[in-house]
Each structure stands twice: as structure tokens, then as C-alpha cells.
């Protein structure tokens, strides 16, 4: 909210203007908090802008029931049988509770082995497109992006030019800071005051995705 506040400070043109909150994957976390954010603080005269709506595209927004949801999606596309599916159950369970329990340590711990299950049963396949094999460490080539981030001219229009670290596609730095309570939370609460508010929200996910 203070970003927006200082961005419409610096560019009044846009006081007033319609905005849209969008992200994919883990901004399944920021989208609702950030536009629940935006939304107290246009009621309360803070930021002078229109809140049109929201979306979140393959969002992790609540891991508590989003984890019980691997086993029935991997079987349903036959990436795994009934027997590991009972497995997963199994843990899907032990998962829940710790996160019931805010065991953060434990349930990163837990949670974690569902999708390794996925994954041992079914192979080598690329998690968001279940009909392709994974080529890389993130399942496709990204080094053009890498490059062009990395680029002089990019890095000087971003006023990062004398950085010393390179952009890159994931950083298990910053990955850690994210394991844990965050990473576990539920941020599910905030979309009913959007919606509550009328505020469009659209949610969607690809069919072959599985994470």
C-alpha cells in the first residue's frame, strides 16, 4: 500500500485509475493480502485509486486444503495408483495436523513428502504440463529471460546497474525465507471481504498442471 501511495505521488496521472491485482503460484499469498491491503486503505481516504478486481492464476492459497488435493489429481490423471494414494492419505493427514498445530518445522517436513510421492511414482514429468517430460532444473530453458534480466540495459533502467548478484530465475536464498509458517498460512480469509465488496475475483488453474 505504501508503494502505491509513493508510485501515484510520483505519477499523479494516474490518481484515480483503475487497478487490477494479478500473480500466479505463490502470489496466491500476496494477491488476496495485498488487495484486502488496497482495499481498507481506499476506504479510508489513504490511496486514491479504483480497486477493479483480482486474479490468481495456479495460486497456493491455502496449503492446508490445497496438499489433500495432489493424490486425487495425480490419480485422476494416472500418475499414480490407489495404493500410493492411500499413502499420500496418510500423510496428507499428519500434514494437515501439524499445520493444525502450527508445527512449522514438522509440517515442512511432512507436507513436503506428498508431492516427492507424486513425483517418485510418476517419473520424470514436468509439473506444469503433465504430458512433458522436465528438460532442466525448472523444466524448461530459460535462458533468454536469464540473459535479457541480466542485460546493461535492463539493470539500468531497473537502477540496479551496480549490483553485484544476478537476476536468476530461483534463488534458494530467498526460497528458505519463505519455508515454514508463511509458506504453510492460509491467506483463503482475505478474499471474502473482495467479494463481499463485489470485487471480481478470478481464480484458475491449468488442467495438466500439477503444482
Given at each position: 500500500v505504501v508503494f502505491l501511495q509513493e508510485f501515484v505521488r510520483l505519477f499523479p496521472e494516474l490518481e484515480g485509475r483503475t487497478l487490477f491485482i494479478t500473480g500466479e503460484?505463490?502470489?496466491?499469498?500476496?494477491?488476496p493480502a495485498i488487495s484486502a491491503g488496497v482495499?481498507?486503505?481506499?476506504?479510508?481516504?489513504?490511496?486514491?485509486?479504483?480497486?477493479?478486481?483480482?486474479?490468481?492464476?495456479?495460486?497456493?492459497?491455502?496449503p492446508y486444503l490445497q496438499y489433500a488435493a495432489y493424490?486425487?489429481?495425480?490419480?485422476?490423471?494416472?500418475?499414480?495408483?490407489?495404493?500410493?494414494?492411500?499413502?499420500?492419505n496418510s500423510i496428507v493427514t499428519k500434514c494437515q495436523h501439524d499445520i493444525d498445530d502450527s508445527s512449522w518445522t514438522f509440517a515442512s517436513a511432512t507436507c513436503s513428502q506428498?508431492?516427492?510421492?507424486?513425483?517418485?511414482?510418476?517419473?520424470?514429468?514436468?509439473?506444469?504440463?503433465?504430458?512433458?517430460?522436465?528438460?532442466g532444473s525448472l523444466c524448461y530453458d530459460f535462458t533468454n529471460q536469464t540473459d535479457y534480466m541480466n542485460s546493461k540495459a535492463v539493470l539500468e533502467a531497473l537502477?540496479?546497474?551496480?549490483?553485484?548478484?544476478?537476476?536468476?530465475?530461483?534463488?534458494?536464498?530467498?526460497?528458505?525465507?519463505?519455508k515454514g509458517e508463511d509458506r504453510l498460512s492460509s491467506f483463503a480469509f482475505d478474499l471474502p471481504k473482495l467479494l463481499s465488496r463485489n470485487i471480481p475475483v478470478l481464480i484458475y488453474n491449468g488442467k495438466l498442471d500439477l503444482i
Open positions: 503460484s505463490f502470489a496466491g499469498h500476496y494477491v482495499l481498507d486503505a481506499i476506504s479510508s481516504g489513504a490511496l486514491n485509486v479504483t480497486l477493479g478486481g483480482a486474479a490468481i492464476g495456479n495460486g497456493w492459497i491455502d493424490g486425487p489429481f495425480a490419480l485422476q490423471n494416472k500418475l499414480i495408483d490407489q495404493k500410493t494414494l492411500d499413502e499420500m506428498i508431492m516427492d510421492t507424486v513425483l517418485r511414482e510418476a517419473g520424470d514429468i514436468n509439473i506444469y504440463n503433465i504430458h512433458l517430460p522436465c528438460k537502477h540496479v546497474s551496480s549490483h553485484k548478484d544476478k537476476w536468476s530465475t530461483c534463488n534458494d536464498v530467498v526460497n528458505v525465507m519463505f
